[in-house]
């Protein structure tokens, strides 16, 4: 029983096409590292729109996890930005997400 393709990876994969899983992580982790370069709030944005995410689904330990990081609350040094908290910020992120639900 031979094949006749190529295999990519030694996962037995014919073919990588821009639906394959490993395609998509892997563009996900290059934004991840490149998009803080480019524009400091981006990482601020990924955060809480995985933080509004995991609130929305009621994920526990999320608040764990904020409880935890409250020591390390950096303040946001952005011009005219209503929140300097990090924390104030992603308490109320926290809320919409609840709310939202």
């Known amino acids: 029983m031979a094949t006749t393709g190529q295999t990519y ?22 934004f991840m590292v490149v998009l803080p370069y480019l524009s400091p709030l981006a990482l601020l944005g ?31 040094a952005v011009e005219e930005f209503p929140v300097h908290d990090l924390v104030a910020l992603t308490r109320i992120v926290m809320f919409v997400g609840v709310l939202a639900r």
Not at 18 to 23: K, V, W
Not at 47 to 68: G, M, Q, R
């Open 9 to 30: 990876g030694g996962l037995g994969r014919t073919r990588i096409g821009p639906l394959d899983p490993a395609s998509w992580i892997a563009l996900l982790a290059t």
């Open 46 to 76: 990924i955060a809480e729109i995985a933080v509004l995410a995991a609130s929305f689904f009621l994920y526990s330990p999320l608040l764990y996890l904020t409880i935890f990081l409250l020591p390390m609350s950096p303040l946001i």
